[in-house]
């Protein structure tokens, strides 16, 4: 009889801390943002060479919001119209810009491979990875942070201003 009776207090004693967890996380209140992403400046850091004085690069950061958390691109995502050249390639694509003769001018840096002796453009744009998360809640919200290789030797002296612009592809 007394081993009913301890069971019997067990189980409640059980299914009382199970309906207090499922209410605790059914009240839990999470964060709500709009399903088209935004994205907000929130800083730039220049990284200077000390032997040099030559700024060859800055850390762009970034704040994002998204409420249904499908920001980002797997790295098989591969096939049109994520392949690679296509304007869906990149998903936060990043332009650079310099003030010449008090206009800003959108300028393509180039970079010279010495030991193949051939020359591309540099792209700042880049392919953030999936950031969808596992849980209930849909909604993200952080920083994205990039390191820019901004240093031009072509407009070294000759233009002081520089800007980017940025946006994501959702």
């Known amino acids: 009889m007394e081993y009913h009776r301890m069971k019997r207090i067990t189980n409640i004693v059980l299914l009382s801390g199970i309906i207090s967890l499922l209410m605790y996380s059914s009240c ?16 730039f850091l220049l990284e200077n060479d000390l032997e040099t004085g030559v700024t060859y ?3 762009l950061i970034l704040r994002y919001q998204d409420g ?7 790295s098989w995502d591969t096939m049109p119209p994520f392949n690679y050249g296509s304007e869906y390639y990149y998903n936060l694509v990043i332009n650079y810009f ?8 959108e300028v393509f840096l180039v970079f010279e ?3 193949n002796q051939t ?20 909604a993200i919200s952080g920083f994205i942070q990039d390191t820019l290789f901004l240093y031009n030797p072509l407009s070294e002296k000759l233009y002081d201003t520089i800007k980017f612009s940025a946006y994501i592809i959702d």
């Open 28 to 43: 839990q209140k999470f964060e709500q943002f709009p399903d088209e992403p935004i994205i907000t400046y929130d800083g």
């Open 57 to 59: 690069r800055g850390v």
């Open 68 to 74: 249904n958390g499908d920001i980002g691109l797997a």
């Open 98 to 105: 310099e003030m010449r003769n008090g206009e800003w001018e």
């Open 113 to 115: 491979d010495l030991q």
């Open 119 to 138: 020359y591309d453009t540099i792209t700042f744009s880049a392919r953030i990875p999936i950031l969808t998360p596992v849980n209930n809640n849909q």
